[in-house]
């Protein structure tokens, strides 16, 4: 199947308020065209190298989120144009991203990244962490950016029930933190979970914004 019947083929799965964040990475400027010729405006990046390329070729109106893990002294790059980024994890990356958002004028959408997998390699915080970023003065004073939620990544395991489960524990940490922190106001609603491997159980789940890239795009090939 070619992109487009895969786009259309995915979004007969999703229910209508499931957001899908196509993840471009390592394709080419011309499938992400031929994706938003099709109606599709929402793409993924993990590599602020790599977005720094793409972007000044495609429409403005893309909404462009950046999935991968980010480091705080390349965050001025993408604050330009970013709308938003998954991959909090530390209070240090969130003041950045508030001062470069300010410095650009803007208002910056962030999810904070929670380690779910039992996987070391993997980024992200646990409840307590993302209490402690929320709780402290540093956090209360920044103005330029916006907590909507949380993101997480799966076990890569063929074992369904402990990817379940794990999408279950992110689904709780979220409710946790809306009743603590965000229950007046609209804005935290995201939960960003699910990839090809794993999207069907993540919407089971409650996932607000599923991240597909091999599904759509097809295998990735890395030189
Ligand atoms: C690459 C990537 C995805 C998409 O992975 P697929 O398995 O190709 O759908 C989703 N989320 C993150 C954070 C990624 O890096």
Not at 117 to 143: C, D, R, V, W
């Amino acid at each position: 199947m070619g992109i487009i019947e895969n786009l259309e083929h995915l979004k007969k799965q999703l229910y209508p308020q499931v957001k899908l964040v196509a993840v471009s990475k390592t394709k080419p400027v011309e499938d992400i065209i031929a994706l938003y010729n099709a109606g599709n405006k929402l793409f993924g990046e993990n590599k602020v190298q790599e977005i720094l390329l793409k972007q000044p070729h495609l429409p403005d109106d893309i909404e462009w989120h950046f999935i991968g893990h980010l480091q705080t002294n390349k965050v001025r790059y993408i604050a330009p144009f970013i709308s938003m980024i998954h991959s909090i994890d530390s209070l240090k990356l969130l003041s950045e991203i508030n001062k470069q958002a300010q410095i650009n004028q803007r208002i910056i959408d962030c999810l904070l990244q929670f380690h779910i997998a039992t996987e070391e390699t993997k980024f992200g915080l646990n409840y307590l962490e993302a209490q402690n970023i929320l709780e402290s003065p540093e956090y209360a004073a920044m103005h330029n950016i916006r907590i909507c939620g949380v993101m997480g990544m799966a076990t890569f395991t063929e074992d369904e029930n402990k990817i379940r489960n794990e999408f279950q524990s992110l689904k709780i940490d979220f409710e946790g933190l809306k009743k603590e922190f965000f229950e007046s106001g609209s804005s935290f609603k995201e939960i960003s979970m699910g990839m090809t491997e794993d999207y069907k159980i993540a919407i089971e789940e409650g996932s607000t914004m599923v991240r597909i890239g091999t599904a759509l795009f097809g295998e990735r090939i890395y030189s």
